[in-house]
């Protein structure tokens, strides 16, 4: 069924329910989705310098689907310049010794929202998820959260669990604002029960962007998984110590198919389609340098650090770029076959710039 059809659907099931009387809700116990496909490709322009390129239109844009060029438009609302923001923050492993040079986030965090409209929440992530603090728009809650940060286990840094979950929470959210991760943790994942193929896959179909900033592992936890493997001892005898904070806060919208969003999507199933080489490529590389990846796959940026002023270095800049990107949109042409499609943006008569940007998407996603 084409887009259209299923809104001319839903627009006639409306007007029956206003001539019998009827408020809209009838409509919400059988929903009919419209399905889009609207590619939105988040895209930072700036010098050789690192300085943002403000003023382009539309129609300097080049962006190819596959090597074909598209009819782009840029997204300017009201919303779009305000964030939903997910600090997933990682409290496993080697995490609770880099703590110290995290201990101005807050403020950080702060610098990053900005002055626009926006709204936080802090996820912490060991052998699983979990949820510090929903969405809030107030300051002191974020706080609040980050002053619970503890260790939660030895052996796990589920990060693609984490983007997993993030993701989720972010699909909640019914606002145009524009979404971000911020992911802090090791480079590598530890442990996660997502599969690696399932989060490229979603990544390829959103427009949130996540920009990384990771630290490397502690010698004495590279020396552990020299004697025990990455993941630690057999998964059943790891020690993991669940006391960051209260349990996740029941979502606003309590139906069980929101609580069930609500919760860590894990899967021990390949997706149910044929994955071609390139996708798992990504998968794989995915699994190598999830950080790296996670943040390039999404059109956002990585950073490592070693101490407090390089973390506070990568927050800077990431405050600077987050905001100032051109959210690109485009309709390629409908196809009902999942597949991968490569993208490449570039600004008409402007080889003098960097572009920072997803290099790919999914379409076609059951």
């Not at 609207?38 to 300085?51: A, H, S």
């Not at 239109?57 to 300017?76: L, M, T, W, Y």
């Not at 936080?120 to 940060?149: C, H, I, K, M, N």
């Amino acid at each position: 069924m084409q887009a259209k059809t299923r809104h001319i659907i839903w627009v006639g099931l409306l007007l029956w329910a206003e001539a019998n009387g009827q408020p809209a809700k009838p409509v919400e116990a059988a929903p009919i989705r419209v399905n889009s496909n609207l590619v939105m490709l988040p895209t930072r322009v700036e010098t050789k310098t690192g300085d943002t390129v403000y003023g382009l239109n539309a129609e300097q844009f080049v962006v190819k689907d596959n090597g074909v060029r598209q009819a782009v438009e840029i997204v300017d609302s009201p919303d779009s310049a305000s964030l939903s923001l997910v600090v997933a923050i990682q409290c496993g492993r080697s995490a609770p010794e880099e703590f110290g040079n995290l201990k101005g986030l807050a403020t950080m965090i702060d610098a990053i929202v900005g002055a626009s409209r926006h709204e936080v929440a802090v996820v912490v992530y060991g052998e699983r998820p979990y949820l510090l603090s929903d969405f809030s728009r107030a300051s002191e809650v974020t706080r609040a959260a980050l002053s619970q940060l503890k260790p939660c286990g030895d052996y796990h840094a589920a990060s693609i669990d984490a983007v997993s979950y993030s993701l989720n929470l972010l699909r909640r959210r019914n606002n145009r604002y524009r979404h971000a991760i911020l992911l802090i943790g090791e480079q590598r994942d530890h442990g996660s029960a997502s599969k690696a193929a399932d989060v490229v896959a979603e990544l390829g179909t959103t427009d949130t962007v996540i920009y990384s900033v990771a630290f490397s592992p502690t010698k004495g936890q590279f020396l552990s998984d020299l004697r025990n493997g990455p993941n630690g001892p057999h998964k059943n005898d790891a020690p993991v110590v669940y006391s960051a904070g209260a349990p996740p806060s029941k979502p606003k919208d309590s139906s069980p198919a929101a609580e069930q969003m609500d919760q860590p999507q894990y899967t021990d199933q390949a997706p149910l389609f044929s994955l071609p080489p390139l996708f798992l490529l990504a998968a794989n590389a995915v699994k190598e340098n999830t950080a790296s990846e996670m943040a390039t796959l999404s059109g956002g940026e990585y950073f490592d650090f070693s101490n407090a002023k390089g973390f506070e270095r990568a927050l800077h800049r990431i405050s600077n770029q987050i905001h100032n990107y051109y959210l690109l949109s485009f309709r390629p042409d409908s196809s009902s076959e999942p597949a991968s499609h490569s993208l490449d943006v570039k600004v008409k008569g402007r080889s003098d710039v960097v572009i920072q940007t997803r290099k790919s998407y999914w379409s076609g996603v059951p």
